[in-house]
């Protein structure tokens, strides 16, 4: 049995290991820096693909799919380093960038329950460009349109909608009862 004294040096002890334990999430954003690289490269392979192609041929719907494409890829780059950045921020130490001219302003402001929201509005805005990207591909000669994938397509981006919209209603009605 521990003495009395002993126990506020263990409890001290262990809330300070739960305290240190955010930063088991660094090598996490680390690994999204990766993907966000990667995700670089799957950019600069898309442009020099489809940039010739669409110069040669000069065909209006090529090109509107092939900004699509590239637009799609940077919303999820800019997903990614949202959460990189506030992720780090909210939960594992602060940037030291205050006085950086290029810092983004919501990085000090955005909460949780902002970063919730602006991860649900990327994903439906992704959604609805991968969508328009579909149904632009139907527009080219002999593309049959695939009924099920359109179907899970469109249902999928109405669930994202829904669930923006809910998760919005529930930020409300907190902000409502606890102010």
Same mark, same amino acid.
């Given at each position: 049995?521990?003495?009395?004294?002993?126990?506020?040096?263990?409890?001290?002890?262990?809330?300070?290991?739960?305290?240190?334990?955010?930063?088991? =999430?660094?090598?996490?954003?680390?690994?999204?820096?990766?993907?966000?690289?990667?995700?670089?490269?799957?950019?600069?392979?898309?442009?020099?693909?489809?940039?010739?192609?669409?110069?040669?041929?000069?065909?209006?719907?090529?090109?509107?799919?092939?900004?699509?494409?590239?637009?799609?890829?940077?919303?999820?780059?800019?997903?990614?380093?949202?959460?990189?950045?506030?992720?780090?921020?909210?939960?594992?130490?602060?940037?030291?960038?205050?006085?950086?001219?290029?810092?983004?302003?919501?990085?000090?402001?955005?909460?949780?329950?902002?970063?919730?929201?602006?991860?649900?509005?990327?994903?439906?805005?992704?959604?609805?460009?991968?969508?328009?990207?579909?149904?632009?591909?139907?527009?080219?000669?002999?593309?049959?349109?695939?009924?099920?994938?359109?179907?899970?397509?469109?249902?999928?981006?109405?669930?994202?909608?829904?669930?923006?919209?809910?998760?919005?209603? =529930?930020?409300?009605?907190?902000?409502?009862?606890?102010?």
């Amino acid at each position: 049995m521990s003495a009395p004294d002993d126990q506020p040096r263990l409890k001290s002890w262990f809330e300070h290991g739960l305290f240190f334990s955010r930063w088991l =999430m660094a090598p996490l954003y680390a690994g999204l820096v990766l993907g966000l690289i990667g995700l670089l490269c799957v950019f600069v392979r898309e442009l020099a693909r489809d940039l010739p192609i669409f110069a040669l041929s000069g065909d209006p719907d090529k090109a509107i799919v092939m900004v699509l494409s590239l637009i799609d890829l940077s919303l999820a780059g800019n997903l990614m380093l949202i959460v990189i950045l506030s992720g780090y921020e909210n939960f594992v130490s602060r940037l030291p960038v205050d006085s950086h001219p290029d810092r983004p302003h919501w990085l000090a402001s955005i909460d949780f329950s902002g970063l919730k929201m602006k991860l649900i509005a990327s994903v439906v805005v992704i959604s609805a460009v991968a969508l328009l990207r579909t149904f632009m591909d139907l527009a080219e000669p002999g593309v049959a349109p695939e009924p099920a994938r359109l179907g899970w397509m469109i249902g999928l981006h109405v669930a994202f909608l829904a669930t923006g919209v809910l998760l919005a209603l =529930m930020d409300w009605l907190g902000h409502k009862t606890n102010g």
